[in-house]
């Protein structure tokens, strides 16, 4: 999977409605739009570190990166 299909695939885990992610993280509603809509496929630096380092959203982080998990180290892949 790549890794602009997985940021959809985290809010979708989360609940959260496009706009909500957005106002969360600070990430552009019509960027965010483009990354689901396939039109980027290329994330933006500033928009991954926006996702892996907003508290509801750390846990995903070794997946985004590596797809890998490490429950122990609270690390999960959405359900």
């Excluded at 999977?1 to 106002?23: D, N």
Aim: aromatic content about 8%; proline content about 5%.
């Amino acid at each position: 999977m790549e890794l602009f299909e997985k940021l959809k695939v985290i809010r979708l885990a989360e609940g959260l409605t496009q706009a909500q992610l957005c106002a969360a993280t600070g990430i552009n509603l019509s960027t965010w739009k483009s990354y689901e809509l396939q039109r980027r496929k290329e994330v933006s630096s500033l928009e991954l570190l926006k996702i892996t380092g907003h508290p509801q959203f750390k846990k995903y982080t070794l997946w985004l990166m590596c797809d890998e998990a490490a429950p122990e180290c609270g690390q999960v892949s959405p359900p």
